[in-house]
């Protein structure tokens, strides 16, 4: 079985600030991905990165940036310098065991004040 | 990655009707998904859909509440029937590219309110 947690249902930053948005998984394969996707008040679900198992190597895009950690069992995700358009519900997912099917987070909504 | 088109985007619609939303990728994919997001929560797999035959239905969804059809390799529809207020959701249709086979790219939504 394979499961995703995230455990922030909401968080409220004001503009310029870093946030992280944390995401730990659960999973008895050796082979697994992991992703991000951000969904604005549009609806629609963009997808922001993956992340094999065997790649434990952090990635920074701009101002994003992700934390992967195997030994926690982690895939953190950080906004640095926060903008109101990062204002979204972000989703953390898993697709482990050879499975077609990704298991979604919860979400956690990120409010950015200006 | 893939560009995904739905329709519609959204629409009221009365109870007992019913609504067939579209999904269009600009390439051919592998493998068409339907999700649905019920207000404030995560996604949930309806289906996924097999070009040339059944779809295959996850547990607490049938086929006779949300037939779908996927003619081709680019193109899918989902029927919401017989609906009820407890429809009201986003629906999404998703692809995976072949290529990025572990990735799933998302189209716009459509935004069902029942009435």
């Known amino acids: 079985a394979q499961k995703v947690t995230q455990a922030q249902t909401e968080i409220s930053v004001v503009e310029k600030e870093d946030v992280t948005l944390d995401c730990v998984y659960e999973t008895r394969d050796t082979t697994y991905y992991l992703f991000w996707y951000k969904q604005p008040p549009s609806g629609e679900l963009v997808f922001l990165i993956r992340r094999n198992s065997f790649d434990e190597q952090n990635e920074i895009s701009g101002r994003y940036s992700w934390n992967f950690q195997k030994s926690t069992s982690s895939f953190n995700f950080t906004i640095t310098a926060s903008q109101v358009v990062d204002s979204a519900v972000y989703f953390c997912a898993l697709k482990s065991g050879g499975s077609y099917i990704p298991t979604f987070g919860r979400g956690t909504s990120l409010i950015v004040h200006p | 990655s893939a560009v995904i088109s739905q329709k519609p985007s959204r629409d009221i619609c009365q109870r007992g009707t019913s609504l067939t939303i579209q999904c269009q990728v600009d390439s051919q994919v592998t493998m068409m998904f339907w999700y649905r997001q019920q207000p404030g929560q995560s996604l949930t797999l309806i289906a996924t859909a097999n070009q040339g035959s059944e779809a295959t239905y996850e547990s607490g969804f049938v086929i006779d509440k949300f037939p779908i059809s996927r003619p081709n390799l680019t193109f899918s529809t989902l029927t919401v029937s017989n609906m009820s207020p407890e429809d009201s959701s986003i629906y999404l249709c998703?692809?995976?590219?072949?290529?990025?086979?572990?990735?799933?790219?998302f189209g716009p939504g459509t935004r069902l309110l029942v009435l």
């Open positions: 998703s692809v995976e590219v072949a290529g990025e086979r572990e990735t799933q790219y």
